[in-house]
Nanobody, 126 residues
Framework: QVQLVESGGGLVQPGGSLTLSCAVS????????ISWFRQAPGKDREGVAC???????TYSDSAKGRFTISGDNAKNTLNLQMNSLKPEDTAVYYC????????????????????WGQGTQVTVSS
């Protein structure tokens, strides 16, 4: 079973940057479809960015141009570099993974994933 542990959340001012990390255990990162989701209070969990088998990257419209997803094979870690942060980026950020997405579902779709981390809080506020 894949284990995921997020870190790197915190409080940042609008316009600032933050890097989140997801440490992956028990399975090599390059064999996974792995992603970042976020959930703001009172809202559904939404996909932010995903990395498929180290080959394909997909971003949500809100993340394009500001966030960068990357994988570190040596550390078996998934990262999310977030720049130009806005108050609306405030949420709990989750790492999610699966071995394969069936049925043609999007990698930004919550139901595509079998494994989830506990989340890390990101607050963007002055």
């Amino acid at each position: 079973q894949v284990q995921l542990v997020e870190s790197g959340g915190g409080l940042v001012q609008p316009g600032g940057s933050l890097t989140l990390s997801c440490a992956v255990s028990r399975f090599p990162l390059e064999k996974l479809v792995i992603s970042w989701f976020r959930q703001a209070p009172g809202k559904d969990r939404e996909g932010v960015a995903c990395l498929s088998n180290f080959e394909t990257i997909t971003y949500s419209d809100s993340a394009k141009g500001r966030f960068t997803i990357s994988g570190d094979n040596a550390k078996n870690t998934l990262n999310l570099q977030m720049n130009s942060l806005k108050p609306e980026d405030t949420a709990v950020y989750y790492c999610a993974a699966t071995l394969f997405i069936f049925g043609g579902k999007s990698c930004l779709q919550r139901t595509s994933y079998d494994y989830w981390g506990q989340g890390t809080q990101v607050t963007v506020s002055s």
